[in-house]
């Protein structure tokens, strides 16, 4: 089955086509002729997954599925959460994200987050929700070189490596990400009979 992947972000393609594991055709925006910018201006990371699929299914009347992900710490009122790509600004990288998170975590012995990642698919103008939770802790500095946003300040629960220090084959079997897929993949399999 081919699906449409509403995101511009390689990492995210990349690590949702190895979760995959070929079961699904995915395509990225750019891989489709679609350069357009969709904005993500909903305040739960739900409302931006719905917005951006809905945005590529209402222009282009093509099914397909958006993520959103976000950091959610224990000790900062579930923070940065739906903001989690623009912790530090709208013009802020991942190393000023981390950074951010870093500092305002400094003497704060409550270190406990998680990663948050709802799907949206839309197929046929129905509207399918998948989550994916995993919880684990902030580490007080950085480690690891693997993966992208936060993973060099999330050590997983019963895990002794952030996912930053992990492969990418061992966070994928993991992941926030992968759990919300395997969700979605599973519905597809049952339901569009993939």
Do not use: W
């Not at 994916?132 to 007080?140: A, D, H, R, W």
Request: some cysteine.
């Amino acid at each position: 089955m081919k699906i449409i992947f509403a995101t511009n972000n390689q990492h995210k393609l990349e690590e949702i086509r190895a979760v995959a594991n070929g079961k699904l055709e995915i395509f990225g925006l750019q891989e489709v002729g679609i350069y357009e910018d969709i904005t993500e201006n909903q305040d739960t990371i739900e409302g931006n997954a719905i917005e951006k699929a809905r945005f590529i299914y209402n222009k282009y009347s093509l099914s397909c599925f958006a993520d959103d992900t976000g950091l959610e710490v224990e000790a900062l009122n579930m923070e940065p959460g739906v903001y989690s790509a623009r912790y530090a600004g709208n013009h802020a990288n991942e190393v000023d994200n981390v950074d951010k998170l870093l500092h305002m975590m400094q003497g704060i012995k409550n270190r406990n987050a998680r990663f948050k990642t709802v799907i949206a698919f839309i197929y046929e103008d129905k509207v399918k929700r998948f989550v994916g939770l995993i919880k684990g802790e902030i580490t007080i500095i950085r480690r690891g070189h693997n993966g992208f946003g936060y993973d060099p300040v999330f050590l997983p629960n019963g895990h002794n490596k952030t996912f930053a220090e992990m492969s990418p084959f061992e966070k994928n079997n993991i992941s926030h990400r992968s759990i919300a897929l395997q969700k979605f993949v599973k519905y597809l399999k049952e339901f569009i009979d993939l």
